[in-house]
Structure formats: structure tokens, C-alpha cells
């Protein structure tokens, strides 16, 4: 890359290479709209991992219909990545807890080896409002219970 002055050429650096990757203007991808469940319950322990290509955030949720949402219900596999990762982790969801969660939905299609197919519901948050906390207990004395 050639510098001039404070505007940058780089028109070096493309001579140079072989192989030029065409821009993607004009391409219309296609985009799930944002949805937004209002009344999720965490089913599973929240997961959070720092990675070196970006943070991730993981747990299943149950959408249960209410007066705003009638039509949803099930269960899906709720993701974040990058800033809504950390976003997601700051929300502080356990099992139990109740939240409105927004974002884009997919649906994976997997099939099983008896011929048969199931259906995986995918949403990727955008944003996480708390509704209600389960009532907190230490983590210990949750395994005890759970043991019990």
C-alpha cells in the first residue's frame, strides 16, 4: 500500500495479486426479519465463551404465548455473538428467569439416520429485556438440590 500525503493507494497491492475478490454490491442477501418473543424462560444454564474470532452466548429458551405473541410457542436455541454476546452475558439470564428477546430466527433442518427429520428453531439476539428473576440460590446449594 502507497501512501500520498493522508490518502491511501491501493491500487499496488491489487496489481500485485492474481486473485481479486469482486465486491458484493448489487447482491441482495437474504435476510430474516427481527422478531421478538415476549415471554421466553431460560430452560438451560447460560454459556459464554471468549474466543480468539469473537465472544459467544448460548441457552435454550421455552417461548410460551401471551396476550401480545399468541402464536409462539416452542422451544429454540438462543445465540449471540460478538457485541450481543457480551450484551447477552451483562443480562445475567439463569434457568427460570423470563425475558422479551428480539433477533432473527432460522430453522435447521437435520436429517436422521432412520430416514426421518427434525427441525432445530435457531435465534440469533439482537437485545434481551429482563422481565422476572427465578430466585437466586447459590450454585452449590442448586447442585444439592438437584442431587437430591
Not at 447482491?27 to 415471554?39: A, D, K, T, V
Request: glycine share 6%; with cysteine; net charge negative.
Amino acid at each position: 500500500m502507497l501512501s500520498h500525503g493522508s490518502t491511501f493507494c491501493h491500487t499496488a497491492a491489487v496489481e500485485q495479486s492474481k486473485f481479486v475478490q469482486p465486491a458484493l454490491e448489487g447482491i441482495e442477501l437474504e435476510q430474516s426479519p427481527e422478531i421478538e418473543f415476549g415471554n421466553c424462560i431460560v430452560t438451560t444454564a447460560v454459556k459464554f465463551r471468549k474466543l480468539v474470532r469473537g465472544n459467544e452466548w448460548h441457552c435454550t429458551i421455552q417461548a410460551v404465548p401471551d396476550l401480545l405473541h399468541p402464536e409462539q410457542e416452542g422451544m429454540f436455541e438462543a445465540h449471540a455473538y460478538q457485541g450481543y454476546a457480551v450484551m447477552a452475558k451483562d443480562a445475567r439470564l439463569r434457568p427460570g428467569d423470563r425475558a422479551v428477546m428480539r433477533g432473527t430466527m432460522q430453522e435447521q433442518t437435520i436429517a436422521l439416520e432412520n430416514g426421518a427429520t427434525t427441525s432445530i428453531n435457531h435465534l440469533y439476539v439482537t437485545a434481551i429485556e429482563v422481565i422476572t428473576r427465578s430466585k437466586r440460590t447459590s450454585i452449590t446449594a442448586y447442585e444439592k438440590e438437584q442431587t437430591k
